[in-house]
């Protein structure tokens, strides 16, 4: 690629990345907004969705070292090209005079108002480009009341700014592995890990299916599940189906349910690169019933997601906790229902992708009282640390654990015994 191809290219991530950002202000997710940018070249939108993501990572950071340079405040498109530039020169090591010299382009190329702020957004960036130090002194942003308030709760203030860093650290590519050969370092938990922004497809053994991306918490339920050969385990939430390929791998025999029929396609599509077989089946699992008792369940279900904010950092900028009760709600009628479907003896495994103790451990202690017979087992798999382990016999895991490693996803994973 010679220089001027590279050149426009970054301009191109620029202009894509700005829209992403305005969609994300009018209240869509990334993925929702990925249309926007369809006719990009695809490198150019890898690029424009990574610069996103860094900027939402950091935008209130950004609009707190920017503040006082500015006299008032700038029309929306302006200051998310200011944001952009911000956090490409201080938090992405680009040099001061592409980041201002793109910024300025792009607030000209905005309109006839974009360039009579063209003169202010260089005269602001060149200030911003030599506050290094100050950018280095700000907190990571705060996650919002609804989240941070239970998460300060019940861990303390250290933990939540602890989590805050590690949503602004963002996350590293982990992969589960089917055959012994797979890519990356391994971790104490079996899953194996990459470098953010590794191309996925071009790594090996991904058209053989011999690994498949998953978290290293998310890939923890299954472990804590502990599926045998010739059990029959139904995955009750199971699309893109992570777990599913976990528990085929094992040799169990199962039944992957979900309600979404669009979700369960990226199922089957991923059962069959890793030549794999489960029964996929479309329903809801407040009704569903197998015509014999099952060994197992899992029960992933659907949460706030807001263990993933570190992928996902639109996240806390579009939610705001309204749905809560309604989640939590289902939460509980899913765990008594799931219960229903095991046999005498049988095991559950409950979890949320989710830093909410309501979908968590309260949800837990409300299960355990709701059903007297139901006893939780403390959860035993590879490179679970004591201090992972709640009071009660839950896993909880953090976005601030495994800190010097790149963390992990939120998640919150209790294995319950029904009485024999
Ligand atoms: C957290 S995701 C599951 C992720 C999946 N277990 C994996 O590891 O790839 C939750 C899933 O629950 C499904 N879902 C939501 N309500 C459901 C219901 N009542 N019955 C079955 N599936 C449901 C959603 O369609 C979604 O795919």
Known sequence: MDKSQDRSGRDGARSGALRLLAAVEEGA??????????????????RARRLAREVLRRQARADALLA?????????????????ATVEMLALGEAPHGAVNAAVALARASGPKGQAASGMVNAVLRKVSASAETWVGLPPQHMPGWLRKPIVAAWGKPAARAIE??????????????????????????????????????????????????DAAAAMAVRVLDP?????????????????????????????????????????????????????????????RPEEPLDAVLLDAPCSATGTIRRHPELPLIRDGAGLRDLTALQARLIDHALTLLRPGGRLVYATCSLLP???????????SRHPGLTVEPPQAPGIQPGWITEQGGLRLRPDLWPERGGMDGFFIARLRKSA
């Open 29 to 46: 997710t990334l993925d929702e907004a990925a249309a926007l940018i369809e006719g990009a070249a695809p490198p150019d939108r890898a």
């Open 68 to 84: 006082p340079f500015l006299a008032r405040r700038p029309r929306p498109e302006i200051q998310r090209i200011l944001r952009l």
């Open 165 to 214: 860093a590690a949503h602004e650290a963002g996350a590293p590519l982990d992969l589960t592995p089917k055959a012994a050969d797979c890519p990356g370092d391994a971790l104490p938990t079996g899953s194996h890990r990459l470098p953010a922004g590794t191309q996925v497809s071009a790594l090996p053994g991904y058209d053989a299916g011999d690994w498949w991306v998953q």
């Open 228 to 288: 045998q050969p010739g059990e029959t385990v139904a995955d009750l939430c199971a699309a893109p189906g992570g777990k599913t390929l976990q528990l085929a791998t094992a040799g169990s025999r199962v039944t992957a349910l979900d309600i979404s029929e669009s979700r369960l396609a990226r199922v089957a599509e991923n059962l069959a690169r890793c030549g794999l077989a489960a029964e996929i089946v479309a329903g809801d699992a407040l009704t569903w």
């Open 358 to 368: 309501a979908e968590g451990e309260e949800q837990l202690a409300a299960a355990l």
